[in-house]
């Protein structure tokens, strides 16, 4: 039997259709990409490959590793992002990665401010209710990858945080599901996981994982990308 769910703040109306980062750790290119996309008007996906790629140039790490969410932030401020289709997703990883380069005509450029905010799960649920949604960057365990009935993550007894698994998704509503406090998490693993790529998370389950949280802001000028720059 299904808990009863009732929503309280909604806000995936802003987001279109879920997406799929596929075998790729592009986790957080996805989370940012897609909260950049969803706070501005109507619904046009942004290139996580260019977000993913600047934040990998500034962190000096290779494409077969995680970004970091300080570079990412500062990749989605200071170089902003394409649409989607100015630089479409990789479906895998790079390995000639002198190479790995944005096409020459990207298109519109839009950059946002973002920062860190308290990782808590108040935190969380006030960035929702004011009509902001939220990353959050967790340490999962095995319930996360296999969602229950309704989109139900539901933890065995006594599983704890895996400190080596991390993952990053997008806090997209908050309420209650059978009487505790929960956020709907938006994921990059496609429509196939939970119900439509999303899925509820209690607050017992989210305080002991949770390891970051950010929020994006307004719009910033970002400077034109030139491919011989």
Same mark, same amino acid.
């Given at each position: 039997?299904?808990?009863?769910?009732?929503?309280?703040?909604? $806000? &995936?109306? $802003?987001?279109? @259709?879920?997406?799929?980062? +596929?075998? &790729?750790?592009?986790?957080?290119?996805?989370? #940012?990409?897609?909260?950049?996309?969803?706070? &501005?008007?109507?619904?046009?996906?942004?290139?996580?490959?260019? /977000?993913? %790629? &600047?934040?990998?140039?500034?962190?000096?790490?290779?494409?077969?590793?995680? /970004?970091?969410? +300080?570079?990412? $932030?500062? /990749?989605?401020?200071?170089?902003?992002? =394409?649409?989607? #289709? !100015?630089?479409?997703?990789?479906?895998?990883? @790079?390995?000639?990665?002198?190479?790995?380069? =944005? @096409? #020459?005509?990207? !298109?519109?450029?839009?950059?946002?401010?973002?920062?860190?905010?308290?990782?808590?799960?108040?935190?969380?649920?006030?960035?929702?209710?004011? +009509?902001?949604?939220?990353?959050?960057?967790?340490?999962?365990?095995?319930?996360?990858?296999?969602?229950?009935?309704?989109?139900?993550?539901?933890?065995? =007894?006594?599983?704890? =945080?895996?400190?080596?698994?991390?993952?990053?998704?997008?806090?997209?509503?908050? !309420?209650?599901?059978?009487?505790?406090?929960?956020?709907?998490?938006?994921?990059? %693993? !496609? #429509? +196939? %996981?939970?119900?439509?790529?999303?899925? %509820?998370?209690?607050?017992?389950?989210?305080? @002991?994982? $949770?390891?970051?949280?950010?929020?994006?802001?307004?719009?910033?000028? /970002?400077?034109?990308?030139?491919?011989?720059?």
């Amino acid at each position: 039997m299904i808990p009863e769910i009732k929503i309280t703040h909604d $806000l &995936r109306h $802003l987001f279109g @259709p879920a997406r799929d980062q +596929g075998p &790729r750790p592009t986790c957080l290119a996805f989370a #940012a990409s897609d909260t950049h996309a969803g706070t &501005r008007p109507g619904w046009d996906p942004l290139s996580c490959e260019f /977000a993913f %790629w &600047r934040a990998q140039q500034r962190g000096r790490r290779p494409p077969s590793s995680g /970004a970091t969410l +300080g570079h990412m $932030l500062d /990749a989605i401020r200071l170089d902003g992002q =394409p649409h989607e #289709a !100015g630089w479409p997703y990789l479906p895998a990883t @790079p390995v000639d990665v002198a190479n790995w380069t =944005p @096409p #020459a005509a990207l !298109g519109p450029i839009f950059g946002r401010e973002g920062h860190e905010v308290v990782a808590s799960f108040a935190t969380a649920q006030a960035h929702l209710a004011s +009509g902001a949604p939220v990353m959050l960057l967790m340490m999962l365990s095995p319930s996360f990858f296999t969602p229950a009935a309704g989109g139900l993550i539901v933890p065995a =007894p006594g599983e704890a =945080p895996q400190p080596a698994v991390r993952h990053a998704v997008i806090g997209v509503a908050s !309420g209650q599901v059978g009487g505790e406090a929960s956020i709907l998490v938006r994921n990059s %693993w !496609g #429509a +196939g %996981w939970g119900v439509d790529g999303h899925a %509820w998370l209690t607050e017992a389950f989210v305080t @002991p994982r $949770l390891f970051a949280l950010a929020i994006l802001g307004g719009d910033v000028v /970002a400077p034109l990308y030139s491919k011989a720059a």
